[in-house]
């Protein structure tokens, strides 16, 4: 129907039809950036999962394939992730290339329906032509019995150089808990993290955990990824963030971090509310030596009862990851992978713009703001509110911006079309707490029909949410008490397919 394809992204990924939740599995081979997800293809509402795949020569555009695994019954495939395993140490290799190995939860819903404990465990499945076609490794598996936890999922394997081991994280209820192995195919428990750190307003899910180098130096640095729902930074689910040193058996927190953690309770790679269960791309070639991360761009709040009915969800922007280091302090910085450039068809270069109460920045027709990013400097800001209106012709907005006297960043969409089918959708602002008073604003927006990722200052600050306009926005303006000061500003329009 028309309605269908009305809030379809223009780029960022959807399944044809179906429902899509957690993205899984990400690995590059062979030319390929390899997207796996969380997939019931007969339904749009969560369901028997499979892993759903989709693959893209440059992380921008995709091509979804076949499906890659399929569970047994009521044997559900759930979140996991996938390694090359470049030098066969799991045997399961059968020719000249290198297998790739995927560990996912196993988890069994007749347990389940009969309150059982030992609902989840780890399985692998492997592919020997390079991520297209998957066999269970069914004489092994499990390669992680459940050891008595309800909650034991979503396990992330990486390649630990400095110990020459693998590494599998997983999230077991209110924690993390690290394994090790030589082959994929035994793992040994080394330990846990986190119980009592960060944000536990709910269960942990779907953790990452990789060695990642400070900004323009040599020293390395371990970061941990760790989803939960309920608890995220605007409500629902959400994702956070840990930064410290791992000795091949603990992960232990960096000092300074963890009086962020302590002061801001936690810590976030967005403050959207659209952008869960993310983790990073395993084998990206070591050239560009590049962390890059992928999330769902919903909300377990309410991404049954999106206004979509085909298909549902959709992935964020694929972005890059740094570690970044001022003074003391270590943060990670995202933003959107470069390759989103080449796309670029028509750009607006702007004036600087300056004055006083609401101003145009864009005007109605001049660019499609359902395939663009925007990027411009906000200057001299004062202890005022910056707001920042997208709108269309029948009087939808949706605005974002800076409110300066209470320092934070904020995307409020309650007006920015359809929201009666969740209370929880746009029942309140959503904010990114921003350190102290801003002197200076560096935005980059990308635009798509249905969402807004906004990377603040070099991507210090994220915030990714959906909406859904009954027409695109054609129109941005701003608005002040004080007045306002922009530059460099430069809107690119996209044509992405
Ligand atoms: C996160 C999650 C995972 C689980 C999967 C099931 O969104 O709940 O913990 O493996 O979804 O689809």
């Known amino acids: 129907s028309s309605e269908e394809q009305m809030y379809r992204p223009n780029f960022h990924f959807t399944p044809k039809k179906g429902w899509m939740n957690d993205p899984n599995g990400m690995f590059y081979a062979n030319g390929y950036y390899h997207l796996f997800y969380q997939y019931y293809p007969d339904g749009n509402k969560w369901g028997p999962m499979h892993w759903g795949h989709a693959t893209s020569k440059d992380l921008v555009k995709w091509e979804e394939q076949p499906i890659a695994i399929y569970p047994d019954n009521d044997k559900y495939i759930f979140s996991g992730s996938a390694v090359v395993d470049v030098n066969n140490t799991s045997g399961l290799g059968t020719g000249k290339m290198a297998p790739i190995v995927a560990i996912y939860t196993l988890h069994d819903m007749t347990k389940e329906k009969e309150n059982k404990i030992d609902v989840e465990q780890q399985d692998i499945a492997y592919s020997n032509d390079y991520g ?51 082959d994929l195919k035994n793992w040994e428990y080394l ?63 960096d000092a300074n971090f ?22 990073t ?3 990206v070639p070591s050239a560009d030596g590049r962390r890059l991360f992928i999330g769902w761009m919903s909300n377990w709040d309410y991404a049954q009862d999106v206004p979509t009915f085909v298909w549902r969800s959709s992935t964020t922007i694929a972005r890059e990851i740094k570690l970044i280091k001022k003074g003391n302090d270590y943060s990670l910085i995202s933003n959107p992978v470069k390759e989103i450039n080449k796309y670029v068809s028509k750009t607006i270069k702007g004036k600087s713009l300056k004055g006083k109460g609401k101003l145009s920045i864009l005007e109605a027709g001049k660019l499609d703001l ?7 400097n906000l200057k001299n800001i004062k202890q005022d ?13 949706l605005t974002f911006g800076i ?40 935005f980059k927006i990308i635009l798509d029909k249905t969402s807004i990722e906004i990377f603040y200052n ?19 303006s701003v608005s002040s008490n004080e007045g306002v000061e922009l530059s460099n500003l430069l809107i690119n329009q996209l044509n992405i397919n």
């Open 191 to 253: 330990s846990d993290f986190g119980k009592n750190i960060g944000a536990h307003g709910g269960v942990w899910e779907c953790p990452d955990f990789f060695q990642i180098k400070v900004k323009g130096t040599n020293e390395t640095k371990w970061v941990l990824i760790q989803s939960l729902n309920p608890g995220g930074a605007n409500g629902g689910s959400g994702t956070q963030y840990f930064i410290g040193d791992f000795d091949g058996k603990s992960f232990t927190l």
């Open 458 to 476: 070099n991507g210090e600050k994220v915030i990714t949410e959906i909406f859904f306009t009954n027409q695109p926005f054609t129109s941005l």
């Open 132 to 182: 297209f076609t998957w066999q269970k490794f069914k004489e092994g598996n499990p390669v992680v019995k459940n050891p008595g936890i309800r909650d034991f999922r979503d396990p992330k394997a990486t390649w630990d150089e400095t110990h020459k081991q693998w590494i599998l994280v997983l999230a077991a209820q209110d924690r993390s808990q690290f394994y090790k192995s030589k």
């Open 385 to 397: 509110t910056y707001t920042f209106i997208l709108s269309n012709a029948i009087g939808e907005s």
């Open 403 to 442: 409110n300066n006297s209470e320092h934070y960043l904020f995307v409020d969409r309650s007006k920015a079309g359809k929201n009666d089918f969740s209370e929880k959708f746009a029942s309140s602002i959503t904010k990114a707490i921003l350190d102290g008073n801003q002197k200076e604003g560096v």
């Open 370 to 376: 359902t395939q663009a990013i925007v990027n411009f």
């Open 281 to 283: 791309w395993n084998n």
């Open 258 to 279: 963890a009086k962020r953690v302590e002061q801001e309770k936690a810590v976030w790679i967005d403050y959207g509310k659209d952008n869960y269960a993310g983790v």
